[in-house]
């Protein structure tokens, strides 16, 4: 009975012996691929407070504490600064999901050489996002440049999936162009069909967590969400405050 009573108390000294060599990364992976099998954990960092872990997940930003059993999700401020400590991180990871799409793969209008250039994700049918498109010379005399990813909020199959489609087959970018004006304007297009960007368009946008649209992200990575009319959106792109 002693010598089994020894060897139990050896095998629970080697069991905390090795949990206590576990780094924080290494119990954290443990505990989420328990949690979550088959998960995909893109980086695990220490994040700015003391005792928590910042985790990525595809696009998904969460904290976790350091012994693998609580995890958080939200965005961490700095009370003393004001700062929002999250957000660089979301606007880093847009900002790279972005340039991984090639623009050939958007649908661009304005000059090369603007001052400014943003992303926005558009549905044909968003009220919104007509408004934003009437005003296209605008954003373009203000010095932004506008590139546009489609995210039918429908989804696919629908009738502005549908449009988005036929708008990107409607031939060469000139005709591209025109056929979103038109179909923006509320005209009916041409039905056609090709190979097109426009499911990919949909899982970037999925991936960044989009909700609505229009959806527009700058060049840094920072999403505004809603529409913002061109004097505005040049103020806030040149730093100037409301």
Known sequence: ???????????????????????????IRAALEQAVPGIKISLIRPAPIAGLYEIMVGTELMYVTEDGRYFVTGHIVDLKTRDDL?????????????????????????????KHTVTVFTDIECGYCRKLHSQIA????????????????????????????SVWCAGDEEARREALTAAKAGKSIPAKTCDNPIDEHMALGADLGLRGTPAIVTATGEMIPGYVEPKRLAAELNGAKQ
Request: a positive charge; hydrophobic letters at 40%; aromatic letters at 8%.
């Open 1 to 27: 009975m002693r010598r089994l009573s020894t060897l139990a108390l050896l095998a629970a000294s080697l069991t905390l012996t090795a949990a206590q060599a576990a780094s924080p990364e290494q119990t």
């Open 138 to 165: 605008d954003y373009n005399q203000a010095g932004i440049r506008i590139r546009y990813v489609f995210f039918p909020r429908a989804g696919k199959g629908s009738p502005a999936y549908d449009e988005a489609v």
């Open 86 to 114: 999250t957000e660089p991180r979301l606007a880093q990871l847009r900002k790279q999901r972005l340039e991984q799409l090639d623009v050939s793969q958007m649908l661009t209008f304005g000059p090369a050489d603007a």
